[in-house]
């Protein structure tokens, strides 16, 4: 079992940051290839970014967040992050974090994932 705990989520102006974090607990989560999903009103929920073991083993984005948005993690601190940079308005969104045991997968699909947070609120003002 894998509990994520997400936090970081607030309200921005458009253009500016925000810095998402997602904690895991156990052992295991070095195992587990890791994603940013997110869920705006009235939106089926939609892959954002996916980090395999490390940064060198892969990340993957959306389109819409590439050149904007990095996944990184530390395994050390059990830790996933998202940096969103020069967000927009369409950023807004319930952002989730999800671990899939699958670290081979190169999944982009929410019912690949095994385990998620509770999420966190995103909300950014034009």
């Known amino acids: 079992q894998v509990q994520l705990v997400e936090s970081g989520g607030g309200l921005v102006q458009a253009g500016g940051s925000l810095r998402l974090s997602c904690t895991a607990s156990?052992?295991?989560?070095?195992?587990?290839?890791m994603g940013w999903f997110r869920q705006a009103p009235g939106k089926e929920r939609e892959f954002v970014a996916r980090?395999?073991?490390?940064?060198?083993?892969?990340?993957y984005y959306a389109d819409a967040v590439k050149g904007r948005f990095t996944i990184s993690r530390d395994n050390a601190k059990n830790t996933v992050y998202l940096q969103m940079n020069s967000l927009k308005s369409e950023d807004t969104a319930v952002y989730y974090c999800?671990?899939?045991?699958?670290?081979?997968?190169?999944?982009?699909?929410?019912?690949?994932?095994?385990?998620w947070g509770q999420g966190t609120q995103v909300t950014v003002s034009s």
């Open positions: 999800a671990a899939d045991r699958d670290l081979l997968r190169d999944s982009n699909r929410e019912n690949d994932y095994d385990y």
């Open positions: 156990g052992r295991t989560f070095s195992r587990y290839a």
């Open positions: 980090i395999n073991w490390s940064v060198r083993s892969g990340t």
